[in-house]
């Protein structure tokens, strides 16, 4: 049986809308997954109509929720290669850098001061966390700094991977495809998945990648919310451990970021 994705139209004034995500998704299937040189679900029906999207997908299901780090880097490596300076072109509807930054900022000033009262977070992490307060569109502007642009994922972390018994990596859930620096993906990568100890093997795996300190900025931003929603649910089956892990992977991402 396929996979059905169904998606009401989201609420006017949220990110989700601000963004576009449900119909970049659905035109990603449309136009750019028969063309895509990684695997992806095979889609079958994908459509915008009145009360939302549609998508009827191959279901991956069994394959195994994420991937080895070096394999899909090298994946992600090859989206990135394949596409570069091209992908505006073919497709001039990709998000392009900073959209919906300011509705992004207003929510992460208003999380922050919360977050930052997390009893064991790093102070290195929490003075960071404390730089980006207010400055969110500063570091989406690092992003113009980087050189290339090209089709990025735009939330390539493992839970968006499936690995096949076979090892073929497939990305799943392109709501956030847009048109940036191919470190964009790498580092929300690295700060989402990668335990710090295998960060520099995983970059080793993708090969030259300008501009990943500048991208890195924007990848802890989204790495706070995230975390943010992990303390949230703290209480649940594993959240401790989930909680120490984002602040390793935090820790580590900080050292390696530059100012905004």
């Known amino acids: 049986m396929p996979y059905v994705k169904e998606r009401p139209w989201p609420e006017s004034g949220s990110i989700s809308a601000a963004l576009g995500s449900f119909q970049a998704e659905v035109r990603f299937y449309r136009e750019i997954a028969p063309v895509v040189n990684i695997r992806v679900p095979l889609c079958y029906e994908a459509v915008c109509g009145p009360d939302g999207t549609r998508l009827v997908l191959e279901d991956l299901s069994s394959w195994r929720e994420g991937g080895k780090p070096e394999a899909v880097a090298h994946e992600l490596q090859k989206l990135h290669k ?26 992460y000033d208003e999380t922050w ?3 930052a009262m997390h ?14 307060r207010g400055r969110v569109e500063e570091a989406q502007r690092l992003l ?54 295998d960060w520099c093997r995983t970059i080793g795996a ?21 975390f943010a929603e992990v303390v949230a649910h703290g209480e649940e089956p594993d959240g401790a451990r989930a ?3 984002w602040l390793r992977r935090l820790e580590h991402g900080v050292k390696m970021a530059a100012v905004p």
């Open 144 to 197: 113009a700094s980087i050189p290339g642009r090209t089709l990025v994922h735009g939330d390539a972390s493992g839970t968006n991977v499936r690995t096949s018994s076979d090892g073929i990596v497939a990305f799943l859930d392109w709501e956030d495809v847009s048109c940036l620096p191919a470190a964009v993906d790498v580092a929300w990568f690295l700060v989402s998945t990668v335990e710090s100890r």
């Open 82 to 107: 394949a596409w570069e300076g091209q992908a505006d072109r073919l497709w001039p509807w990709l998000r392009p850098a900073g959209a919906a930054v300011d509705l992004i900022g207003r929510l």
């Open 113 to 115: 001061p919360r977050l």
């Open 206 to 226: 993708y090969g030259p990648l300008p501009g990943l300190p500048a991208a890195l900025p924007s990848a802890l931003v989204q790495g706070f919310l995230s």
């Open 119 to 132: 009893r064991t977070m790093p102070e290195a992490v929490r003075a960071y966390g404390w730089s980006l």
């Open 243 to 245: 909680a120490e892990s």
